[in-house]
């Protein structure tokens, strides 16, 4: 039963050009690189998935060192640790993997595939940002704002908040 949600949620992903482009859009900006790979994994592992795969995965990942529990708003704090000790109380570390994770590194690059046969141009495009560490990072994050984003499923006419999108439509 699992294997066949996540084959069915693999389809609806694949039926969605907004995942799909984005998908493409990771694949070639983090070329060999874990960013580069789909959320999903390739359809031949999902198809290969058993209980034991996944309940191995929970333990060595589920861990409570690796667990945050968050809550905003009208919380009764002391409410809340008593339900996380309550359902998270008798969790204990078997296990703390040292993962090293390469650095996604950013390539830059581009990918065409052009089918006639859409009534409309699907595309994304990004460049590479800086940390937020970065002294610019503020500066840039406002640029992004301004520039903003646009898509024309949503309309908005002259009321677009971007000059770029104003112009485009």
């Known amino acids: 039963a699992v294997v066949s949600t996540q084959s069915t949620g693999m ?5 969605n050009l907004q995942e799909v482009i984005f998908d493409h859009l990771h694949a070639v900006a983090y070329q060999g690189t874990p960013l ?3 959320i999903l994994g390739p359809t031949e592992n999902i198809k290969s998935i058993n209980r034991a795969d996944l309940l191995e995965y929970i333990n060595l990942h589920y861990q409570p060192h690796q667990i945050y529990l968050a809550a905003a ?4 704090h002391a409410e809340l640790v008593k339900l996380a000790e309550k359902h998270f109380g008798d969790m204990h570390t078997s296990h703390v993997s040292e993962v090293e994770y390469p650095p996604a590194r950013y390539t830059g690059s581009e990918m065409n595939h052009r089918d006639d046969a859409m009534g409309l141009c699907h595309f994304a495009l990004a460049v590479e940002g800086c940390s937020w560490t970065n002294p610019d990072y503020f500066a840039l994050m406002i640029a992004n704002t301004l520039v903003g984003s646009w898509n024309r499923a949503q309309g908005g006419g002259k009321l677009i908040p971007s000059p770029f999108a104003r112009k485009a439509f």
């Open 11 to 15: 389809q609806e992903v694949e039926t």
């Open 36 to 38: 580069s790979f789909n």
């Open 73 to 76: 708003g009208g919380v009764d």
